[in-house]
């Protein structure tokens, strides 16, 4: 089945930095794009990044252009999400997306990870 694990989150003082994995499963990977959201504590959940299927294009949310990076390698069927000089308000539920890029719209969802960016 349809398997996105998201790891690496933790706990991380301001300026720190952490990478961010999920490893996909149960689908073709390489003709996914792939995104990263966010949710904090009564926040709406909110898009990150997104990389598309062959990895050429990124995009950023404006606020975390210059300390985020996406990256992926379809050889692993993983998707990372790099953050540096990471901020308390980069406090949140990371989630891990997965949408078809060819074909009939599919989406799917990891189970998040959690950020406390915290001194």
């Known amino acids: 089945q349809v398997q996105l694990v998201e790891s690496g989150g933790g706990l991380v003082q301001p300026g720190g930095s952490l990478r961010l994995s999920c490893a996909a499963s149960?689908?073709?990977?390489?003709?996914?794009?792939m995104s990263w959201y966010r949710q904090a504590p009564g926040k709406e959940r909110e898009q990150v990044a997104a990389i598309s299927s062959a990895g050429g294009t990124t995009n950023y949310a404006d606020s975390l252009k210059g300390r985020f990076t996406i990256s992926r390698d379809n050889a692993k069927n993983t998707v990372y999400l790099q953050m540096n000089s990471l901020k308390p308000e980069d406090t949140a539920v990371y989630y891990c997306n997965a949408v078809s890029s060819k074909g009939p719209r599919r989406d799917y969802w990891g189970q998040g990870t959690q950020v406390t960016v915290s001194s």
């Open positions: 149960g689908f073709t990977f390489r003709s996914y794009a």
